[in-house]
C-alpha cells in the first residue's frame, strides 16, 4: 500500500459531534455510534477522491504519466482501509467503555482510548514502510492474528468502502506487536 498515501491520510481527528451525541445517552449505543459516524466517513471519503481528482488532473497538466489502474485501485483500497479502521477505533472504544461505570465513560476517556488506538495505528502505518524488510509472508501471518473477525462481522464495511479486497478490520496493537516480536 502506498505509503505516502497513508501518511497524509492517518491523521486522526476527533468528531466531537458525533462523540457528544454518543455520549448525552446514559448507555453507549455502539450500533447507533457505528451509523452516527457513516456520514463523516463518506464525507472524508469525497474528500479523499476530490483531493485524487485534482492530482490526476495536476499530472495531465504537468504531463506527467498517470497511475496505472492497479496503482489506482491499490489506492483506494488504502484509502478504505483508513477510513474504516478509524470509524472502528471510535466504535471499540465505545465498546470498551460501556462496560465502566457512568463517570468512566464520558468524553475525556473515549478520546484518551481514541488516542491510544490512533497512536498503535500510526505506529503500524510506520512499520509499513519496512514491508520489504520485514516480508510479505510475516505481514501476512501477523495481519491474520491481527484481524478482529468478530467486530468486523458485527460491523461490516460501509458498503462505499467495500470492494474486492476489503477493507480488513485490524488490531493495530496485536499487529504492531507481532511485527515487532523478532525484532526485539
Not at 17 to 29: Q, T
Not at 125 to 148: H, M, N, P, Q, V
Request: aromatic share 10%.
Amino acid at each position: 500500500m502506498p505509503t505516502q498515501l497513508f501518511r497524509g491520510i492517518a491523521v486522526f481527528s476527533l468528531v466531537s459531534f458525533h462523540v457528544a451525541a454518543c455520549f448525552a445517552a446514559e448507555v453507549l449505543d455502539t450500533d447507533a455510534l457505528y451509523e452516527t459516524l457513516r456520514k463523516s466517513t463518506y464525507a472524508d471519503l469525497q474528500q479523499f477522491k476530490e483531493a485524487a481528482e485534482k492530482e490526476r488532473q495536476r499530472k495531465i497538466r504537468d504531463k506527467v504519466p498517470p497511475l496505472t489502474a492497479e496503482r489506482a485501485a491499490e489506492g483506494d483500497s488504502a484509502i478504505a482501509f483508513v477510513l474504516y479502521n478509524k470509524t472502528m477505533i471510535y466504535v471499540a472504544c465505545a465498546e470498551a467503555l460501556a462496560n465502566n461505570p457512568p463517570q468512566q465513560r464520558g468524553e475525556d476517556a473515549l478520546k484518551e482510548c481514541v488516542s491510544a488506538k490512533g497512536i498503535q495505528f500510526n505506529k503500524y502505518l510506520k512499520l509499513t514502510e519496512y514491508a520489504d524488510t520485514l516480508g510479505s509472508k510475516k505481514f501476512a501471518i501477523c495481519e491474520i492474528k491481527a484481524r478482529d473477525f468478530q467486530r468486523e462481522s458485527r460491523f461490516p464495511p460501509y458498503d462505499f468502502l467495500r470492494d474486492p479486497r476489503g477493507p480488513k478490520l485490524l488490531d493495530f496493537g496485536v499487529m504492531n506487536e507481532c511485527l515487532m516480536s523478532e525484532l526485539r
